[in-house]
């Protein structure tokens, strides 16, 4: 409880230092934080006013943004277009009800505490609370107001309930369609392992979704969402728009590196096939969950040429259960303090990036994967079953 007591306390501290030097709340002041929220709330304000679809339109989303916030009055401020799947209007459409600083903290705090919710799904306790926020991202999630604390709690939380409440996991899979290169492995594995209650529940999930969506917000708005998302995918992925140090992906490392685009595709899709046949084969052997579990969430980073550093509490996923399976097996003590600086090591790479300025999510995937295949190497040389004892969170 005490190393919890001080992680938050630092949280504390670097809010009320980084507010003291004028990072200030986005429209007052030409501040940062929430700045990425702000435009959620513009499409959700646009949606709330019958125009749903124009939210992909940066030129109309910009001029609203320009008329709530003062956008415009900071030329520093870069664009922050708008190309998510028109599911997401269900949540942003209530959030723009409120004025912006409410739907900043009200994002704030329900995206933390599912975020919080599902690792302790995962883990006991202070466990939990500790793997949870030990991670420096979950504090850039906050403070530019991401969504990658949502991402890893839908993850977190589907994983954690895959097998305990298969209707529950489904609900959690469909919801994840918001993001959805963040899901693409998850129906191959719900297939080959025979989860079809899963795989039911979330297929219709998504069903619902696109229904309440298409009802509320009018059907075209699903062909100018597709439009706009390749745009999204031509700015990020061809034309480099965003510089490549920020893509934390294989995909990324390389274009960074200097690596024209095809060679750099040509790596990414192997690696990612590599790691889709690694996963596919330790769910269908005889590995603990956790591992299990662990190598699902990890290969789920992997896939997606497009990862950015708020997307990083993800890694949260993975080395809960990692922790999980070292504390179901009694770990001995050097094993434990391997994994303890293995995963340390994992969060000192991101307090790193904005120095570096160098994708650190390829290195700290590699890292997981690595720790993965040693654990299984080491569960398999000693004959241990599947699960030797169960973890209960509380």
Known sequence: MLVCGGLLASYLWLALTSWAQGHFLMGAGHGTVGYDFSCFWGAGKLALQGSAASAYDWSTLKQLLDQELAFDQDPLQPAVPFFYPPIFFLVLAPLALLPFPAA???????KLAAYMAAIRAILPGATATMTALAAPVVIIDLWIGQNGLL??????GALATLDRRPLVSGVLIGLLVYKPHFGVLLPLILAITGRWRVFGSAAATVIVLIGIT????GWDVFAVAAQAMMSANRYHLVDGDTPW??????????RAAGLGSAPAWSAHIAVAGAATAATAWIWRGEACYALKAASLSTAALLLPPYLAIYDLPILAVPMAFLVRDALEAGLQRWHTLALTLALTGIFMLEYAFPEANEPVGPIAFVTLAAIIAARLAARLSAGDPPVQRHLAPS
């Not at 900043?104 to 329900?110: K, L, R, S």
């Not at 991402?151 to 977190?156: H, I, K, Q, S």
């Not at 298409?214 to 917000?217: K, V, Y």
């Not at 140090?245 to 390389?254: D, P, S």
């Open 151 to 156: 991402t890893a709690a839908l993850l977190g």
């Open 214 to 217: 298409g009802t509320i917000f």
């Open 104 to 110: 900043v903290a009200a994002w704030a705090g329900i």
């Open 245 to 254: 140090f920020k893509l934390q992906t294989v995909y990324g490392a390389l």
